[in-house]
Nanobody, 116 residues
Framework: QVQFVESGGGLVQPGGSLRLSCAAS????????MSWYRQAPGKERELVAT????????NYADSVKGRFTISRDNAKNSVYLQMNSLKPEDTAVYYC?????????WGQGTQVTVSS
């Protein structure tokens, strides 16, 4: 079955950096776009970044452009999110996502807290 295991979250001061990782299994990873979403308390889940399977084109939410970078390693069935210049408003649970045959699959999430 499709599974994602996220890691790399934690507590960081404003201006700091974190790198999230997501290890995927149960589907042909290299054939699918991969995304990161986040959900802050009391808010809806929002798309942060997407990386296509072919060509590796990317899209970012306006709020993270220039600060976050999504990447993938198809040999390791993994997708990453490098987060720099973190702000308190980046505090959220971050989820790995793939849409496979019209179904959204999610990881368990990893907490990112940006606070001094």
């Amino acid at each position: 079955q499709v599974q994602f295991v996220e890691s790399g979250g934690g507590l960081v001061q404003p201006g700091g950096s974190l790198r999230l990782s997501c290890a995927a299994s149960g589907f042909p990873f290299s054939s699918y776009a991969m995304s990161w979403y986040r959900q802050a308390p009391g808010k809806e889940r929002e798309l942060v970044a997407t990386m296509r399977s072919a060509g590796g084109s990317t899209n970012y939410a306006d709020s993270v452009k220039g600060r976050f970078t999504i990447s993938r390693d198809n040999a390791k069935n993994s997708v990453y999110l490098q987060m720099n210049s973190l702000k308190p408003e980046d505090t959220a649970v971050y989820y790995c996502n793939a849409r496979i045959w019209y179904t959204n699959y999610w990881g368990q999430g990893t907490q990112v807290t940006v606070s001094s």
